[in-house]
């Protein structure tokens, strides 16, 4: 049977990650190129045509903006000559880049699709062949679109994605949103149809200074201040549905004030994974809402980050910053104050 003329014409971008390592007296290390990772996978060539691009060989400890750039760059520029996209990456930052990916290539007809492993392809135990394998079932499926993480058998949107396990091939978890999808022998189940059906809009700029605080009880109001006059956004990892402490050394609130005063964003959000924050609720979080913040609700971090660098690097102006905050985007933010 010749399938080569309904074959699906799919991009591999390679950018290291542990899928692509080898070991080395310093420990594990991407040494393998996109096309050395195919050859492990010959399977492939029964389900797309591949043809193969290494943009980095990084450690994605070491992912910066300026990469997601890059990476969301190479797509634009070969938008037209496939029919999808497949991007292997480390798994620590996984999250991070296919939440700004869905910001920088927005509503893509084409899906984006972004894997990796735990366990290193070239050994014997590994979840690196079949989570390739996946991302291109994914990736050449017809109702597949947009920005996704597939592995370990699970679609997860982009602006969803958090890395849940440091070991375990489970390694990814979608936050306060259903998976779009799973894959069993090769075949994708859907259970949300996206519905993007026209050319990505790409962004060409981030604004990378947004900084975290995440509190811990006892937490130093000088680390607030130190983050505010350091960052032009400032997201603060509050307690369970949010709040702010008094503050020790200091008032986290009068640091607010400055901060806000001075033109700042300031975002709450919550360190617990599931189910988001509600300023609402307690006294601790009730006046920050007249304090001129913005809060996450049910959005990742990984989210708020990518968003809010997106934003600012179109604009500062604090009014239009919230407005496109809470307008969602890839199904990022269900739960605003609008409702
Ligand atoms: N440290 C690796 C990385 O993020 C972990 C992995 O890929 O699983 O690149």
Redesign the pocket.
């Known amino acids: 049977m010749d399938y080569t003329e309904s074959m699906k014409k799919i991009l591999l971008i390679g950018t ?4 692509a390592s080898e070991m080395t007296d310093d420990g594990l290390a991407p040494k393998l190129g996109s096309n050395q990772l195919l050859n492990y996978i010959p399977r492939v060539s029964e389900i797309c045509d591949v043809e193969c691009m290494q943009l980095m060989s990084v ?3 070491n992912m910066t903006p300026e990469n997601w750039l890059t990476i969301a760059g190479c797509i634009e520029a070969y938008y037209d000559s496939y029919d999808g996209f497949v991007v292997s990456h ?4 996984m999250a991070y880049t296919a939440a700004a990916l869905s910001y920088l290539a927005r509503r893509s007809r084409k899906p984006i699709v972004l894997t ?3 366990k290193p392809i070239s050994m014997d135990v590994t979840d690196s062949k079949q989570n390739l394998l996946d991302a291109f079932t994914y990736a050449c499926d017809d109702r597949a679109c947009g920005v996704s993480i597939v592995f370990n058998g699970s679609v997860i949107l982009g602006t969803r994605a958090k890395k849940v396990r440091s070991k375990s091939f489970s390694a990814f978890a979608s936050i306060n949103y259903p998976e779009l999808a799973v894959l069993q022998d090769g075949r994708v189940l859907h259970y949300i149809d996206l519905g993007y059906r026209e050319r990505a809009k790409f962004s060409h700029t981030l604004n990378g200074s947004v900084g975290l605080v995440k509190l811990i009880p006892g937490t130093d109001a000088g680390m607030l201040n130190y983050a505010l006059d350091r960052y032009d956004a400032v997201i603060i990892e509050s307690f369970g549905v949010g709040g702010l402490p008094e503050g020790t050394n200091g008032c986290f609130r009068a640091a607010i004030d400055k901060g806000v005063a001075a033109g700042k964003l300031i975002v709450i959000t919550t360190q617990v994974q599931n189910e988001g924050s509600n300023l609402t609720v307690y006294q601790v979080g009730h006046a920050l809402k007249q304090q001129n913040i913005i809060e996450a609700y049910d959005m990742t971090t990984e989210a708020a980050v990518a968003k809010l660098m997106w934003i600012m690097g179109e604009t500062r102006d604090p009014d239009r910053v919230r407005e496109r905050f809470y307008t969602p985007l890839s199904h990022d933010i269900l739960y605003t104050e609008a409702e």
Do not use: K, R, V, Y
């Not at 290291?16 to 899928?19: L, Q, R, S, V, W």
């Open positions: 290291g990650g542990t899928i450690d994605s400890t480390g798994t620590d930052t990796g492993a735990q």
